[in-house]
């Protein structure tokens, strides 16, 4: 009886350091959603705007501090979050790219469904790819990115693309499984 106290207790531990790892591990996770790169643009953009728009200045800072906000409160939020708070937060995103892209990004929304939930942070790092490696790779510099959403008789379906830089689909091949 003894015996199986001591085991019962060290399984346990064992997992609640499994546990305690697994969220450390997250919020590293979450930690690197904020892409330094896109911290800079946005404060240098944000700096730029200080002494041409006060009202524009303003309203970029509180779009930067919602987006922080967001992204830090990811950390210790479990669960699933609703698409209309995915895309709200993809739109606070994407307006600070707006600053230092201006005319340069266009965004186009097909949102027909809004009824359905998923992880938190799930649509804006895809809709940051596509702004990264689309649009800002590509020759012009230049380009869209459409986001719409849709439900089938099976899921619903998140659709994200640009027209920007593109890559060669054969890669894909060579990925295998992983």
Do not use: W
Request: hydrophobic share 35%; with cysteine; proline share 2%.
């Amino acid at each position: 009886f003894y015996l199986v106290a001591i085991y019962q207790r060290e399984i346990k531990l064992k997992l609640r350091t499994s546990e305690l790892e697994l969220e450390k591990s997250r919020r590293l996770l979450t930690l690197s959603q904020i892409q330094p790169h896109f911290m800079y643009n946005s404060l240098t953009s944000i700096i730029y705007l200080c002494d041409k728009d006060t009202q524009k200045t303003k309203n970029a800072l509180i779009d930067f501090s919602k987006y922080l906000r967001k992204n830090l409160d990811a950390m210790s939020r479990s669960g699933l979050v609703s698409i209309k708070e995915e895309l709200e937060h993809t739109k606070v995103y994407l307006s600070l790219e707006k600053l230092r892209f201006n005319e340069d990004l266009n965004i186009e929304f097909d949102i027909k469904d809004e009824m359905f939930m998923l992880p938190v942070l799930t649509v804006q790092p895809i809709v940051e790819n596509a702004v990264k490696h689309g649009i800002n790779g590509s020759d012009s510099g230049c380009g869209t990115v459409y986001i719409s959403t849709e439900e089938t008789d099976r899921f619903h379906r998140i659709i994200i693309r640009d027209d920007g830089a593109g890559f060669d689909t054969d890669i894909l091949k060579d990925l295998g499984e992983s």
